[in-house]
């Protein structure tokens, strides 16, 4: 997995499709069934850390693009 799209390609696989028209809470949303999946033994703790890692990356890019909008 490289982008978000391939998070959500990934979690398709099990059924989630999150979209809310809220790109940060949609990366939330993500995040907590990537734990819950990775706690139910579902997926491995590669697949989870890279994904996860992916997810809050762009979290975090959208949040400072917010930011410097607001300046």
């Known amino acids: 997995m490289e982008t978000v799209y391939d998070v959500m390609q ?7 499709f999150i979209y ?3 790109r940060v ?3 939330q949303l993500m995040e907590i ?3 819950e999946l990775y706690k139910g033994g579902l997926i491995e703790a590669r697949e989870f850390q890279s994904a ?3 997810l809050r990356t762009e979290e975090i890019r959208l949040e400072n693009e917010i ?3 607001d300046q």
Do not use: E, Q, S, V
Not at 10 to 16: A, D, S
């Open 67 to 69: 930011a410097k909008k």
């Open 10 to 16: 990934f979690l398709k696989r099990f059924g989630t």
């Open 25 to 27: 809470g949609d990366l």
């Open 33 to 35: 069934d990537l734990m």
């Open 20 to 22: 809310t028209k809220n």
């Open 52 to 54: 996860r890692h992916i």
